[in-house]
């Protein structure tokens, strides 16, 4: 019940409150009797005649009958549009009234001179035909009788009202009975005129949500203890192996770190086989699956029956020349006479006077197996020869070749001695100065290749597992982190092709 804070109990409430109130506003608009509504608005009130009592202060111009009537010095003009601004149809039943008439019209202080009735609507035309005969409509005094016009929702009819008498901006009411409805004054909601005003209802709720989500975001940025992405696990980790792909997995440990307080991810990359085999010792150790996950260059043959592998990334290896050699390609076939002993001079392939050393990794190596497999095609190296990479052990030796533990000793050794030759991890080789990359038989070494050519050096990454982890630990959180989640990005980052990328799914499914 840790989760039981009280940010927790606030934040739930107010998510549930948020939530309660969108369902009342469907409830509402659902359940709720909708109310028939006939609205209306003075448009326009301007006066037309000599006698201006506007109190506008400014003579008015006119020409014409306006000019010449005598009464027509007070004249006023009135535009009145009547609509149904309801929620539901309003029908000729729906008027109350016992008379022919539906509403009238009152013109306070003033005399109706003349009405003329206007529908600018297209599909509202048919409205004109409720104001014929003239009997149905009719003026007396200052009021207009109008006839029981039914009305869509959203219709309207405007009256032009040419008046004596009285002053502009004098009252103007429309009256009359509708059925579960009123009658009510209404301001503008259209463009040319205001902008639309939120209802009552929908300014209470727009503030209520509101109050919600600023109360939610509050939480999130205040709270110091916020918990880490969902799937994280505490605990420690033990990740060995490959020390070609130790550096992805060393920033990938860091990343679940920061993402997952709590966990600890050690790497402790010695090789491949040497990971392995620490792996199948933790596991008979613990009578169990340990806390320890081995990454290895390829499946492998003759693996511990109790380790599962899942397949995490393709990798590009590289073969590597000193600088001193400037050769910018090699065929397989003349890679395996090199590494038969067949060739021990540069200068036999096109390149300077300078023997050939090769500086090869040791038998732990997950990548020195690869490059017997995928570039000797199956064949072994020379034995070993050199101590110091630089000079034969004994004269009898006919070539140069040392064997070093790790990635970075390689590359290091290649890019300090004249004629050396190598093999790498693609992305670490291309960091270290002094050493350049080779192509094989044309096909350059690249990540952007790999899924879709025939590169031969190169291999998918497994992480493997002694028997399969509980779903709630640590070391399924961070397989689960490592082959679907933020690891995918930085193993591309780092020049690896996630398995799980559209591009490095075809060369996963590889045998």
Known sequence: MGWLSAENSVAVLTAMLGIAASFAVVWYERRVPRRRRIGYRVQMDLPVGSDNRSGAGQADIRLGLFNDLPDMADATLVLLRVENDGAESVADTDYTSRDLHGLTVVFTGRIVRGVAVTVTQPDA???????????????????????????????????????????????????????EGAVVPNRSTTVDDKLPLFSRAARLITVLLTVCVTVLATIIVVRGDAPGPIGCATGTLTVNGSTAFAPVIQRIAARYEADCPGSTVTVDARGSNEGIQKLVDAGEAANGVPPVIAIRDGAGSDLDPNLEGDRVAVSAFAVVLNDDVPITDLSL?????????????WSELGGPRLPIRLVSRDANSG?????????????????????????????????????????????????RLPGAIGYSELRTATTVTGLHTVSLDGQAPSIEEIGRSSYPFAEIEYAFTYGRPAADSLVSSFLTYLTQGAGQGLMKEQGHLPCYSPEGLRRCQEP
């Open 125 to 179: 035309e048919h409205l004109m035909e409720h104001f014929v005969p003239s009997w149905v409509m009719r003026d007396s005094s200052n009021t207009i009788y109008l006839p029981k016009v039914p009305l869509n929702r959203g219709q309207h009819y405007k009256l032009l009202v040419l008046l004596t008498g009285g002053s502009v901006g004098d009252a103007v009411r429309v009256g009359g009975g509708i059925r």
């Open 333 to 345: 076939d003349q890679l395996r006479r090199i590494y038969r002993g067949d060739v021990a001079d």
């Open 367 to 415: 990548t020195r197996d690869l490059f017997r497999r995928r570039v000797l095609d199956g064949r072994g190296e020379p034995a070993f020869s050199s101590l110091d990479c630089e000079h034969r052990n004994s004269p009898h030796d006919t070539v140069i070749r040392c064997e070093l533990d790790s990635t970075d000793r390689v590359l290091r050794t290649v890019a």
